[in-house]
């Protein structure tokens, strides 16, 4: 039976995730969120943060469109993110990489300036990992942080009446690697979003002082909301309309005749965060209040996850992307 | 250039090293020793210890010859081994597998299972990790630890007149494998040190007490004594008939008509420890110590790295394996 067959990536981890022994008292929160949350000395005390993540040559980056500085800024973004997404602060770097015999040692010091880069930028410092042959590159980051407990925004946290909010456009990095596999050049800003798309840690801290649930956008809206809605057991309402999507994206869209709302919900890879909020949180957001956009509202469970198209028509919300489908 | 040219696995370390910038107030080791050690709280709270080591598919391990069981288990112990040598107590860990589109779930079961169960051996908690796509079976373990301050062995700490010590008999993994590849059935003693290799954790505490400094053997005991004498700035003599070897790979060696000593050298994950010990330190080990074998002392930088052969004659001390030469 392979992974396709039982249903996907997501079956996958819900069946090794059952091979693992229930939660001990020093896990906050394990499997299951953006970063594992561990105690490491009483509240009010920092939980320390662990995220990893695995990046393969060819399925989540090539050597073709990206020069190697970007792949590592990449890798060390997509981690970033994860840390951004528990309202953390991040601090250590690790990487363990995978290099084929013939691969050119400049190319291996830029891909690894590209992480140092992204390190320097958010203050974390980077202290190696393994590294080992492959034929294909792979990535392995792991990241480690730090939360104080007021601010860990978990999966789980959303309640009925919360403001649904993202900190940014949508869609963008998935315009700009649909341009590319049409061999058709996108414009700069849809090539920087696409290859070197940035975490929000520039604004992830003052949001999870307010926030309730958060999560990075890395799979696209619709299965991330559909993340948030099962762990906190509740329902979402997202309005088609309000979804913000960057002026060039519908131009791509209207390009490669797609509807641009496809990518902001399957796309993935914007690495923008998506949050739930209670409405008078709102205005103690103070100033970064003004980058943020509003696009639904959590529910009861009972009334489902569903989109309301531009006509009024409610249906069910689709995207996401599975990496065995 | 490739990695060969610049003079293998190590020279590239180096060189990634060095786009690190310089280690901060809260890392009290950085790249170089088997984990990272971090200051999480002031002393004498525990030290952070940090490892991650990444297994590719037909390099560090192969489906034919090994179960999906056995090569979750080795994946665990080699990282457990690695807080084995810092004098630590493992804690959490964090595995990233990339795996192909075919790949039967049941095998990804049975693998995650062998690592659950290393796991329980030594009461880690384990906690998931990224599951991706990729053409080869990749497998990334984090591990987390702990260590009191007092029992950190880095392989920085030796010091001239401190004895050369190994936990147990070196060469059987090697043994094991080199029988494999010559289509040859290995006993049951070195096919079980080939494929689940275990970590020395059961004294690696006591040693760690009274020890100055420790690693473990994941690339034979040459490259490792090299590893204590280079960030200790001293000399060793090691004693070829002191080095212990099993009557088992002695058998194995005369069948493949080669050195023992060679798969003692050079052969790599036995996953024993080597330490270096005040001589006034051996007695306060205890009952542990009827276990250990002395097999050189360290000396002064100037003295070098020596082996003294069973004819009393003294050579450079030769193995090590380089994954790109």
């Known amino acids: 039976v392979n992974i396709n067959e039982i249903g996907g990536e997501f079956e996958l981890i819900q069946r090794l995730s059952k091979l693992i022994p229930a939660d001990n008292n020093e896990v906050v ?36 469109w990206s020069a190697p500085e970007q792949i590592g800024v990449k ?11 528990m309202g953390g602060v991040p601090q250590w770097m690790f990487a363990s990489i995978s290099l084929p015999e013939d691969i050119d040692v400049a190319w291996v010091e830029n891909m690894y300036r590209g992480i140092a880069r992204s390190c320097q930028t ?22 480690l942080g730090r939360v104080e407990p007021d601010r860990l925004c978990l999966r789980s946290a959303a309640r009925p009446g919360d403001l649904i909010m993202v900190t940014g456009t949508l869609g963008a990095s998935a315009a700009g690697c649909a341009l590319l596999n049409k061999g058709k050049q996108p414009s700069k800003y849809l090539m920087e979003k ?19 649930a958060m999560i990075d956008i890395s799979d696209g809206l619709g299965p991330e909301t559909r993340h948030i809605c ?24 209207r390009l490669l005749r797609v509807d641009p709302l496809e990518w902001a919900l399957s796309g993935g890879e914007d690495f923008e965060l998506l949050f739930t909020i209670a409405p008078e949180k709102l205005d103690p957001l103070g100033t970064c209040k003004t980058a943020l956009f509003k696009i639904g509202e959590i529910t009861d ?3 489902g996850i569903v989109l309301i198209e ?5 249906m069910g919300l689709p995207g996401g992307y599975d990496h065995f489908k």
């Not at 531009?310 to 409610?314: Q, V």
């Open 29 to 64: 929160k394990g499997i299951g969120d953006d970063a594992a949350v561990l105690r490491i000395a009483p509240e009010p005390a920092p939980y320390l943060l662990v995220t990893t993540d695995m990046l393969v040559e060819n399925h989540h980056f090539c050597r073709t």
């Open 75 to 85: 890798a060390a973004e997509c981690n970033l993110s994860d840390i951004a997404a």
């Open 122 to 143: 958010h203050k974390v410092v980077l202290l190696g990992g393994d590294t080992t042959r492959g034929e294909n590159i792979t990535i392995n980051i792991t990241l």
């Open 194 to 212: 696409h290859l070197t798309p940035t975490c929000r840690l520039d604004i992830s801290g003052q949001i999870a002082f307010h926030a309730n």
């Open 230 to 253: 099962t762990q906190s057991n509740v329902g979402a309402r997202i309005y088609a309309r309000d979804i913000p999507i960057h002026e060039e994206v519908r131009t791509a869209a």
């Open 301 to 303: 469970a009972a009334a």
């Open 310 to 314: 531009s006509s009024g028509r409610a």
